[in-house]
């Protein structure tokens, strides 16, 4: 299990994942299947930033888990800054930020 103070301490929702609270967690491990389908394998990165928009994903945190399971995903978004524009990294986190989404897509917000 892997664990992260980001919805804590940075004060974001957390949109997958699996949460360690008295919840149902049907809903966090459907949302988690749309993003691991949506944006860590799509076709292109276009796909995945479309998809992350309409989640309404303001931010993705890349660690070790990430990078192992999804390299081509992560070389994607490195590599258009314009859709996924780096804000952070060191040796082991990459934070994207998620480029707003054309307003013709509705976002789920």
């Given amino acids: 299990t892997h664990w992260s103070y980001i919805g804590a301490f940075a004060e974001?929702?957390?949109i997958a994942?699996?949460?360690?609270?008295?919840?149902?967690l049907r809903p966090y491990?459907?949302?988690s299947a749309v993003l691991y389908s949506g944006v860590f394998t799509a076709a292109s990165a276009?796909?995945?930033?479309?998809?992350?928009?309409?989640?309404?994903?303001?931010?993705?945190?890349?660690g070790r888990v990430e990078r192992?399971?999804?390299?081509?995903?992560?070389?994607?978004m490195s590599r258009t800054p314009d859709l996924f524009p780096m804000v952070f990294k060191n040796e082991a986190v990459t934070i994207f930020r998620?480029?707003?989404?054309d307003a013709s897509v509705?976002?789920?917000r």
């Fill in 17 to 24: 994942g699996l949460p360690l609270a008295m919840t149902p």
């Fill in 98 to 101: 998620v480029a707003p989404v």
């Fill in 29 to 31: 491990e459907d949302a």
């Fill in 12 to 14: 974001r929702r957390m």
């Fill in 106 to 108: 509705p976002a789920n």
């Fill in 68 to 76: 192992r399971a999804y390299p081509q995903a992560v070389g994607a």
């Fill in 46 to 62: 276009d796909d995945a930033h479309v998809v992350a928009g309409v989640l309404g994903i303001d931010y993705l945190f890349i």
